[in-house]
């Protein structure tokens, strides 16, 4: 689909296309460490410390060169991200479940204080992630079954007036109690 302003947008749903989630994300992840946003949100009830990029054969290799062959995690490319100037504003739940990757970003703003926000908020359930060029949003978390498993809504589109909304929208969960 095309908007009034030329720019693409996807909507991606349905099932037997659990494939379609992960390379999504491996590539706006990919991209986004090619042309960093101010600040990258990524908003999800529930986060887990998945692959976000297949690096098997070093593929992805210039993109950071102390990868691994391998899966890159999550945590890796959000460090490689900070590393690069750049702010992440992470919005989730307080459930169990995060509280891995929420002690593991906690080691990461040790190191960048200023680049780093970790929100939680008790009724969070928009899921989206939005950079200065995208916006995705949908039904998705931030985990294995959510990239991998489930049958999800991804709403994929560059229209900088639908990803200005939905940064302001995002914006405001830094202001709730």
Known sequence: MTGE?????????????AHVPAELLQSIF?????????????????????????NSGRRFGALDSTWEAGPILLSEFISTYLSRGSDIALVMNF???????????HELSDEYPEQLTIRQLETIHAKGIVSDHFALTGSMNIT??????????????????IVNETLAQFEEYLGQP
């Not at 986004?32 to 990029?53: A, H, M, Q, T, Y």
């Open 30 to 54: 990919c991209t986004e460490l090619l042309r960093p946003s101010k600040k990258l949100w990524l908003v999800s009830p529930w986060v887990s410390d998945i692959e976000v990029i297949d």
């Open 144 to 161: 294995y079954s959510g990239v991998h498993i489930n049958s999800e809504h991804i709403d994929y589109t560059a229209d900088p007036v």
């Open 5 to 17: 302003l030329g720019t693409q947008r996807r909507i991606l749903a349905g099932l037997g296309q």
């Open 95 to 105: 459930d169990r479940h995060n509280n891995w990757m929420v002690n593991k970003l």
